[in-house]
């Protein structure tokens, strides 16, 4: 793995991805009911979701870039963006 500077144009999103993994971190951590169903048994497509999204966000925000193509599409804003979207929508139907 490489850390490339952020370019100017590309600061707001990892900015943006940062802050996401940080509050997705702390809420898992401090309300991990999140990723329950409404009957209380866990979600775990939910909670993955959730997790990449936090790991996603905390590989972007910091300038962490894999050099395998794929990985770095994992682990991109656009990833965390899109996680985080899929966990919402997950949760939402419960």
Do not use: K, Y
């Amino acid at each position: 793995m490489r850390l490339e500077p952020p370019a100017a144009a590309d600061r707001g999103m990892r900015i943006l991805s940062l802050v996401t993994g940080a509050l997705l971190a702390f809420l898992l951590v401090a309300r991990p009911e999140v990723a329950l169903d409404r009957w209380g048994g866990a979600d775990p497509l939910a909670a993955l979701w959730l997790l990449w999204s936090m790991v996603a966000g905390f590989a972007s925000g910091t300038g962490v870039t894999p050099r395998p193509p794929a990985l770095r599409h994992l682990f991109s804003s656009e990833a965390c963006l899109l996680s985080l979207v899929l966990a919402f929508l997950r949760l939402a139907t419960h």
